[in-house]
């Protein structure tokens, strides 16, 4: 018997055993099932290992490394004894204000820029304490319809999800809703009205949230502004309270149609769905990832409906803005849908239809300026060994990529094409191996044949590609050269919170 690679789940866990915090953890999450209240978390938050762990746990983040306006990053905090970092931590906490945030723009897809927040390390190991003890509770209170920013979820369990209501439910209408700027317009006071109502009752953390909300921006003009809306983009806590925000968002769709109560008695020859089929009611099921959100119905006439009755639930409940030109209806059988960096879309095969997905344009054009970008930049490296690393850093975003959009049923056509387009980039930018006449006069320049003789593992399953070349005797990954995988649906089975992350035992 043999384990399998451990994962960064398997990770979690272990830091969170090795501080003896995973019990602690373990019991928020049954208490929140429960529906129980918690009014003394902050003693938690505060506790010597939760402040060891955070800080653990940032160490290992890149993001880490990025200055906020106080010019201080991570070595900084590396640098204190044990006793001055959590000596700090408890008077930063016990009378919290938060540091002025810095914002980035940051250019999105499309050509518009992203408005992106970058807290003091200080303020990020805060939020990350919070974070450790708030996402126990709030996971006991989500919907099973959610899959960003969660563990035990991801992207790929989304995209199976969606493949599962045009396979098997033979839904093939799909209404997107846009949210204009979503982390930028949660409106504070219905947010802390939900942590409240999630059972959050510490006073004490509620008003050191509140100020985390509303701490001061800085933009890159130097301006100071005071938010009075949103969560910034790239603060630790973010996530989990966009989660939250949207959670009774979830909750509302479910219960118009997956969780609406059957008064009819139902066994196995007649389900609770067969009784709801029966019924005049909308069918309906939702797929969020974070902001970005899927609900899939089975006629035109439902999806209208469900289009106008959404727009105004959000407007009216989350007082979010909805875009009105991005926001629409579709047709599976006629169009493709955009979702997460893949496209969906119904097709006929034998009397059925099932889901066929790939690459998003936006995602294969992004994939290709990317790869073209890294391309120059080893050219333009002027000694060898960093030659070599910006061919690590080719090579680490093909995997990457490779790694996010294997689950497509059609990943091999999306990035086939770009194969040869690329490789003609490398081999008039890059020192040529040859000559004309095919005589061998630079044994380090670009070639297809060589022999990696390196002991990095990840590069292994490509080297027996016939498409693989080498440039400085070391391997460069054909973009074309994927594994394919089929997206795999979250396991039911895993309800307790410790359980996400157990190793799995492969005989």
Same mark, same amino acid.
């Not at 609900?295 to 407007?315: D, G, V, Y």
């Given at each position: ?254 219960? @118009? ?66 875009? +009105? ?17 893949? +496209? ?156 996400? @992350? ?6």
């Amino acid at each position: 018997m043999k384990i399998e690679e451990t994962t960064l789940k398997d990770k979690k866990l272990r830091n969170n055993e090795y501080y003896g915090v995973q019990s602690i953890y373990d019991d928020l999450y049954q208490r929140g099932l429960k529906k129980q209240k918690f009014h003394s978390l902050m003693k938690l938050i505060m506790s010597k290992e939760n402040f060891l762990l955070a800080y653990r746990n940032i160490k290992s983040n890149k993001g880490s490394f990025t200055p906020s306006c106080d010019f201080k990053t991570i070595r900084d905090i590396g640098s204190l004894r044990e006793d001055q970092y959590l000596e700090k931590m408890k008077r930063k906490l016990e009378n919290y204000n938060p540091s002025v945030v810095r914002r980035k723009e940051i250019p999105k897809p499309n050509g518009k820029m992203r408005p992106l927040g970058i807290p003091s390390i200080w303020d990020r190991l805060i939020q990350q304490s919070i974070l450790q003890v708030l996402e126990p509770i709030a996971e006991s209170h989500f919907s099973e319809r959610s899959y960003g920013f969660r563990p035990n979820r991801s992207a790929e369990n989304a995209i199976a999800e969606c493949a599962t209501q045009v396979n098997i439910a033979q839904r093939f209408y799909v209404v997107d809703i846009d949210i204009k700027g979503f982390f930028d317009e949660v409106n504070h006071s219905k947010l802390m009205k939900q942590l409240w109502s999630m059972g959050i009752r510490d006073k004490w953390l509620l008003v050191i949230i509140r100020k985390i909300l509303k701490a001061p921006i800085k933009l890159e003009n130097d301006e100071i502004i005071h938010p009075d809306k949103g969560t910034p983009q790239g603060g630790i806590l973010s996530p989990l309270l966009a989660n939250i925000n949207l959670n009774e968002f979830d909750k509302w769709i479910e219960s @118009q149609w997956d969780e609406f109560p059957s008064h009819k008695v139902y066994s196995k020859k007649s389900s609770k769905l067969y009784t709801l089929n029966k019924t005049n009611l909308k069918r309906m099921h939702l797929v969020r990832y974070a902001d970005d959100f899927k609900i899939f119905t089975n006629n035109r006439s439902s999806a209208e409906k469900i289009f106008q009755s959404t727009q105004k639930w959000l407007k009216t409940r989350l007082k979010l803005p909805i875009s +009105e030109e991005k926001s629409k209806i579709t047709n599976l059988k006629r169009n493709s849908s955009e979702f997460i960096g893949f +496209e969906i879309k119904a097709v006929k095969k034998g009397r059925k239809r099932i889901a066929r997905t790939r690459m998003s344009s936006k995602a294969i054009e992004k994939t290709y300026r990317e790869l073209s970008h890294q391309i120059k930049k080893i050219q333009k490296s002027p000694q060898s060994s960093e030659t070599l690393q910006e061919i690590n850093r080719y090579n680490s975003i093909v995997i990457g990529k490779h790694n996010y959009y294997r689950i497509a049923t059609q990943v091999f056509r999306c990035l086939r094409d770009m194969q040869y387009p690329l490789v003609t980039k490398m081999y008039n930018r890059f020192p040529k191996a040859t000559n004309d006449a095919g005589e061998i006069t630079n044994s380090n320049g670009f070639t297809k044949h060589g022999k990696y003789l390196g002991k990095d593992k990840g590069l292994r399953p490509y080297l027996k590609s016939k498409s693989i070349n080498y440039l400085m005797k070391y391997p460069i990954i054909p973009i074309s050269c994927v594994n394919t995988k089929k997206a795999m649906a979250k396991e039911k089975s895993i309800k307790v919170w410790r359980t996400y @992350q157990r190793l799995n035992y492969v005989g």
